[in-house]
């Protein structure tokens, strides 16, 4: 992609998202997201509790663009909990191909931890170079996660 501008961020709310293209959002991180990605179907569930006004459910859907196009994207979904469960939850983050390296994951990251208050919990894989950035951030990993998966 080439691009001749600076990224703008745009962080879209249960009350404010009525500019969102929901399904951009959908496509970039499913092509983004590379081996770490999830299915479209999954993806837009993710976006759809994000910007839902119902009790306990909510979060935040962040948009990097240049040029109109989407160079950076986040998902944040709320837990509905708090204290021994984090507020929030990182669910997706990704950034295009080839725009990584010029810090908009960090300021992406950044905005989501201003965006939302409370704890965020995300999950990670050991290998995943990913983990660099979160620890850049302040995130730290004193558990293991495991899931009973089904
Ligand atoms: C992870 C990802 C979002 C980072 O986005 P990015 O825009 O390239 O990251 P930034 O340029 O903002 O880098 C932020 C910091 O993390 C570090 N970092 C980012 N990627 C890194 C890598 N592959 N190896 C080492 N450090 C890395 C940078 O050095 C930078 O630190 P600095 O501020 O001290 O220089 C991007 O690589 C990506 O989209 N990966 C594929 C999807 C993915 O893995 N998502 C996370 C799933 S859990």
Redesign the pocket.
Known sequence: MTTTESPTYKIYTPQHNSELDRNQVIDFLYH??????DKREDIAKCIVYALSLAEGKGGAVLVAKENENIV?ALILNNTGMSGYIPENILV??????S???????????KLATETVSGSIA????PQ???R??YE??GFTNKYLEYRLQR
Do not use: W
Request: charge should be positive.
């Open positions: 983004h997201l590379d081996a770490y990605g950076g997706y983050v990704a950034v295009h191909s725009q990584r390296g010029k810090g908009v994951g960090k300021k992406l990251v995300l999950h990670v894989e995943n170079p990913a660099h950035l850049k951030m």
